[in-house]
Each structure stands twice: as structure tokens, then as C-alpha cells.
């Protein structure tokens, strides 16, 4: 046991280790189907060769995870640690989120192979690490006991690479230049990519600056990047991204589940997907949902004690599984709640009418005067693109003071009263937005803040949607766009106000609007902007507030 190992174990609050003496196998070679090459670590106690397994496949090198593989180790199980194809020294060519299918299941055929296989294993990791365990389940494995998912999706299309219909030109131009790097010849080891990620950062987001957005990739790296091209060369839905969705797979994960994700994880809605569509299927699973921005809860007490609950309980039979379902962190209130369900039941849905003079009330009711009050009007450009502020992010996102954004020309706030009692907010907050543009081409961006007494303003959840010609207007060339928030449990207190922002962008996060209908040129053109709250055009934002609150 390493200093190191000693140390964390006890400040995570995890069973005794088991063991002081972790044997490292490493450069295990895996052929895949097509004769491939996949190279493994595995990780053992030196007393027991036939420990009960833990799989981990990581395209992030198999140094990234030696800490998370030790920690297992010390606690009595084998770890076998797997670089995708095409990164950390295994051959083939790594293509993104479109992994090879055979090579999951010739990963398994080895395995049954191995003199050390115990019959039974359970799987590991958060983010890409986690997406491959949904890609690992296209069909059934009786040894697989239980998984382990942590900040990551079934699918990528919808829930977070166009959401809304916006590519989420930041997170990914940031995450392809980092795979670039990993995976070119000679790589880079994991703590000179630590060094290197200011600089690296600071290239991003210079580069997502550029136009045409096809040219973002070689300005970050100096070079296209294959699969960063087929992301922006294929905007809609189809065939190339269905490619990349494993929701239907839900059948074939192992009875035992657990997830776990944060309120300001981009990848949060994938994840709630993930949940429903398990439940359905009939799995065991236990949902976790922390405070957290991506990887923020993977070295936490709640996490990891967790986890090493359901190790226990899906392979070694302990009685250790956590009792209940869900599990939330409400922010606002501030605390961890255990809940029956998520969604949770009894639910309403309360409209908060937006209103003239930048007035956000509830109920639905008419505006106070008895007018309807001049539409609030803004202008957007793209050449000087709203900028995005914290928020659910790969990189560089959370919860922030929004008071420099808000003062923007082109950002309208809608502002409530002070709250008289606590408020409650559970599930998927929604914009319903009647906006007339000058362009048949722009966005809304809808985002619900928390106002404290003091006047700080902090972003609670946001979203955007992607108008285009296809979306017709009336005949007074109106729009209704329905925008979706991210999911959110959150106490809005007394003395609070809540207030809502809606704007036409959140650049680099998104790719600016360029106002033309085609988002992969230069050309960009200003697009001046109404929103209407009167009776027949009642602009709001739905909350989904528990009966009573």
C-alpha cells in the first residue's frame, strides 16, 4: 500500500484495504476480431490470483487510472485496465465516440480465456470510461455482475453534442485537441498533458473563435482532426449518430447499476435517460447526483463509498447495496436527500409569466397594469457573440455570478419578487418563448438564475434551441420556441427572487448562430430580436414545483 493509497482510502471513507501487496501485470496483449491488437494492465493481490474482477477500458491512457486501480486492488480485487483501440499504445485507430462494436465483445471472449478470470466481473469509470460500458452491453454477458457509470451517457447526439440543436463547439473542439494529443505517435505521458493544459486551454478557446468552424480544429492543433470534421459535417440526426446511441442497450447491462452524475455535468440529461431507461428494463439501480461540474464527484466520500458498496454487494454477496433509489444534493437548500424516484412524483407545473419592464411573476396571471406591455426587444451579433458563463461544461463550467453577462445589451433578465417561503424546483425546468427575429436562422438561450439578497445572481439551469427556416411563424411571424433547461433539484429560499435570462447566444460553449443557414461558412448577420409576453403570446418559464410548494 502507497502512502498515497493510505492516505485517500481513509479520507474517502472506504472499507479497509485488504491487502498491502498489489501485483501489476502490464502490456497484456488482446486480440480483437479484425487481429487488432489491444494492450491491458491488470492489477491483482498477490495472495489470491483469482480475486473477483473489475473491468475498466479508457481511452485517456492506462496511467490515468492506476490510482482508481490500486485502491481496488488494496480492497481484494483484480483490476484489469483496457486501452481502446488506437490509444495507449494499442493498435487500430481511434474514431471518437463510434467505437468498434466486435471489439467489446472479443474482449470478453479473452477474458474467458484467462486461467485468472473469476467468472464474474464488474465494470468501472466515469465520462468516456462510463459511455464505454453502455457500448459494452450490445449484447448479454452472464458475468457481468454489476456497472459502475459515472458522468456519462448512453447517447451523444441529443443529449449533449447538438442539444438543442446547437453543436457544443467548446467542450468538444477542447476534447478532440486533448485526444489528438494523447493519441498521436509518441503521445504524451499523463503529467506532461497536466502541464500543458493552460496552454492548451488558452488554444481553444482562440480557436473557437475562428470562422469557418471547420477550420477550429487545425488552428488548436494545427491540423484536422478526423472525427472533431464528421462531428460538424453531420449537424442533424441520422444514420452516422445513430451509430453512437447505446439507449437500447439498457436491456443487456447487468442487474446490479449504479449511476452517478452532478447538476452541472453536461452530460447530466444522458444520464437521467440512462436511469429511466434502466428502470424499465427492470435493473437494480441506484442513482446519485452530487453538486458537482464533470469528474467533480469522482474523488468524493459519497461517491466512492458508494461504489465499493455495490463491488461488495455485486460480487461478494455483502449486504451493502444503499437502500434507496435516488439520491440528490439540493443546492439552495443544501444537503443530500434520499428520494423514492426521479422524476419525483406529485410534481406541478407552474408558469412564470415573463412580462414588461423585465417583471417575472407567477401563475400565469395578466400583467398587473391590465396592458400587454411593447415586446422586449435585443439585438444579436454574431461578430460579437454572447458570451457563455459557467453552466454544465466539460471544461471550465459551474455555478457563477451572472450580474457582467446580465448587464449586456443583449441579454433580457426577468426578474420575480422576493420569494415569501422556500421554493422548490424538481425536474426538468422548461422556456416556452414566443420570439419574433428578423432571421429565419437564430437561437434561444434560456438560463433560470437564483437573485440573492445582495443582488449576486448564480445560474440553477439553462438550455438552448436552434430555430430554422423549417421552423415556421405565424402570420404575424412569430415563433413559439420551447426551449429544454437542464434537469435540476434546487430550494430557491425566502427573501430569493428567481429570475429569467433569455438571450440569442452562449459562445464558445455553442457555435455562434450565424444568422444564414449555414453554420459552416463566414458570413454572418445580425439578427434583431422580440420577445412577446402579452395574453395571446404569454412567454414564461415552466417549473416543475412539488404539490404544495
Not at 47 to 64: K, Q, S
Not at 180 to 186: D, F, Q
Request: one cysteine or more; glycine letters at 12%.
Amino acid at each position: 500500500m502507497t502512502v498515497l493509497t493510505r492516505i485517500l482510502g481513509r479520507s474517502l471513507g472506504l472499507p479497509p484495504a485488504r491487502t498491502s501487496d498489489v501485483r501489476v501485470v502490464r502490456d497484456l496483449r488482446v486480440p480483437m476480431a479484425d487481429g487488432v491488437q489491444v494492450l491491458a494492465d491488470r492489477y491483482h493481490p498477490a495472495v489470491d490470483e483469482h480475486a473477483p474482477l473489475v473491468l475498466i477500458r479508457t481511452p485517456y491512457g492506462r496511467g490515468g487510472a492506476g490510482l482508481t486501480a490500486r485502491l481496488i486492488a488494496e480492497r481484494g480485487y483484480q483490476v484489469l485496465v483496457v486501452s481502446l483501440r488506437g490509444t495507449g499504445g494499442s493498435g487500430g485507430r481511434f474514431t471518437g465516440w463510434h467505437l468498434e462494436s466486435s471489439d467489446g465483445p472479443a474482449l470478453i471472449d479473452w477474458l474467458r480465456e484467462q486461467d485468472w478470470f473469476p467468472c464474474a466481473f464488474a465494470t468501472w469509470g466515469a465520462s468516456f470510461l462510463g459511455y464505454t460500458q453502455w457500448e459494452l452491453a450490445g449484447a448479454p454477458v452472464p458475468e457481468w455482475k454489476a456497472a459502475l457509470v459515472q458522468d456519462a451517457p448512453a447517447e451523444v447526439y441529443e443529449t449533449f453534442m447538438y442539444r438543442g440543436g446547437a453543436f457544443a463547439l467548446h467542450d468538444w473542439l477542447g476534447w478532440a485537441e486533448q485526444m489528438h494529443t494523447l493519441t498521436r505517435p509518441g503521445g504524451v505521458s499523463l503529467l506532461a498533458g497536466l502541464l500543458r493544459l493552460p496552454g492548451a486551454r488558452r488554444r481553444v478557446r482562440a480557436a473557437a473563435g475562428r470562422l469557418p468552424v471547420t477550420a477550429a480544429d487545425r488552428a488548436a492543433v494545427g491540423e484536422p482532426v478526423d472525427f472533431f470534421q464528421d462531428w460538424v459535417g453531420h449537424p442533424e440526426p441520422g444514420e452516422f449518430w445513430d451509430r453512437s446511441d447505446h439507449r437500447d442497450h439498457a436491456v443487456n447491462l447487468p442487474p446490479v447499476v449504479h449511476l452517478a452524475g452532478g447538476w452541472q455535468d453536461v452530460f447530466l440529461p444522458g444520464i437521467l435517460d440512462g436511469y429511466a431507461a434502466l428502470r424499465e428494463a427492470g435493473k437494480q439501480v441506484r442513482l446519485l447526483v452530487g453538486p458537482w461540474t464533470h469528474g467533480g464527484g469522482v474523488m468524493t466520500r459519497e461517491y466512492q463509498r458508494e461504489a465499493f458498496a455495490v463491488l461488495d454487494h455485486a460480487l461478494r454477496g455483502a449486504d451493502t447495496l444503499p437502500s434507496g433509489p435516488v439520491r440528490l444534493f439540493v443546492p439552495g437548500a443544501d444537503r443530500w436527500e434520499e428520494r423514492p424516484e426521479w422524476p419525483p412524483a406529485g410534481r406541478e407545473t407552474a408558469r412564470w409569466r415573463l412580462h414588461a419592464g423585465g417583471r417575472l411573476e407567477p401563475g400565469g396571471s395578466a400583467p398587473a397594469d391590465g396592458g400587454a406591455g411593447e415586446p422586449s426587444r435585443f439585438r444579436y451579433d454574431p461578430d460579437d457573440p454572447t458570451p457563455a458563463v459557467g453552466g454544465p461544461q466539460l471544461y471550465g463550467g459551474g455555478v457563477r455570478d451572472n450580474r457582467r453577462l446580465e448587464a449586456r445589451p443583449d441579454v433580457l433578465t426577468f426578474t420575480a419578487p422576493e420569494l415569501a417561503d422556500d421554493l422548490e424546483v424538481s425536474g426538468t425546468v422548461a422556456a416556452e418563448i414566443y420570439l419574433r427575429s428578423s432571421r429565419s436562422h437564430t437561437d434561444v438561450v434560456a438560463r433560470l438564475c437564483d437573485v440573492a439578497p445582495d443582488g449576486r445572481s448564480v445560474n440553477v439551469c439553462d438550455g438552448i434551441l436552434r430555430l430554422t427556416a423549417r421552423d415556421e411563424p405565424d402570420a404575424d411571424g412569430v415563433r413559439t420556441a420551447r426551449v429544454e433547461l437542464w434537469p435540476t433539484a434546487y430550494r430557491f429560499r425566502r427573501g430569493h427572487r428567481l429570475r429569467l435570462q433569455v438571450s440569442s447566444g452562449a459562445h464558445p460553449r455553442y457555435d455562434r448562430n450565424l444568422g444564414t443557414g449555414d453554420q459552416l461558412g463566414t458570413e454572418a448577420v445580425v439578427a434583431d430580436q422580440e420577445i412577446l409576453h402579452d395574453p395571446a403570446r404569454p412567454s414564461a418559464v415552466l417549473l416543475p414545483v412539488l404539490a404544495g410548494g
